[in-house]
């Protein structure tokens, strides 16, 4: 599990709830399309591919792109900023060291501009109170996420907020690694 959400089950497939037609090249959510995804992730209805996965960066950007004119409800926009989000983490932070992919300026501000609308669609609830800070501290609003974060009274998961805290302590921006194969990392 990861700072930013991001959480891996290697035993589930991994299905993007926004998908391309392999017919016409449009995307669309999955909410919307006439057949249920099968128990590999596919559909065989409609011409669907029975393979569907998730979306890459660059993808989501063509999804974005082809949506931005769409009415949209207010979730749906949400679940677009947010896989946008976890796609931008995934290609550029993740592993930078790994992978050495270098976000072009536009790619940059297109994550800050995704993670504002994310910030103005979050649920201010308190089970939400982690990720909200979790979102201000990756675009480097330190004080903004350190007030939540003091403020965060869940005991289960105080750990993280914990963790979180010492990031921004250290200027850190980048998400990090909470749970790797059941147990915590200190980091």
């Known amino acids: 599990m990861w700072s930013d959400t991001r959480r891996k089950y290697p035993m589930l497939p991994e299905v993007s709830p926004i998908q391309k037609c392999p017919h016409c090249g449009k995307y669309f959510f ?16 409609n011409g669907y ?9 660059s993808e989501l950007i063509e999804a974005k792109t082809q949506m931005q004119h769409l ?12 896989q946008l989000f976890m796609a931008y983490n995934d290609k550029f932070r993740r592993f930078p060291e790994a992978f050495g992919n270098v976000p072009s300026d ?10 504002n609308e994310l ?14 800070a979790e979102l201000l501290r990756e675009i480097g609003r330190f004080e903004d996420a ?42």
């Open 71 to 82: 009415t949209l409800t207010k979730m749906q926009r949400w679940i677009l900023n947010h």
């Open 30 to 45: 999955m909410e919307q399309a006439k057949g249920f995804p099968d128990s590999k992730g596919g559909s065989t209805e």
């Open 146 to 187: 350190k007030a939540i974060l003091i403020n965060h009274t869940e005991e289960d998961n105080q750990w993280v907020a914990e963790s979180m805290l010492r990031h921004i302590e250290r200027g850190d921006t980048l998400p990090f690694l909470l749970i790797s194969n059941g147990d915590k990392i200190e980091s």
């Open 106 to 115: 536009e790619d940059k501000e297109t994550f800050v501009a995704t993670v």
């Open 119 to 132: 910030l103005e669609g979050i649920d201010k609830a308190k089970d939400y109170d982690l990720f909200h």
């Open 49 to 57: 591919s029975s393979e569907l996965g998730t979306l890459n960066y």
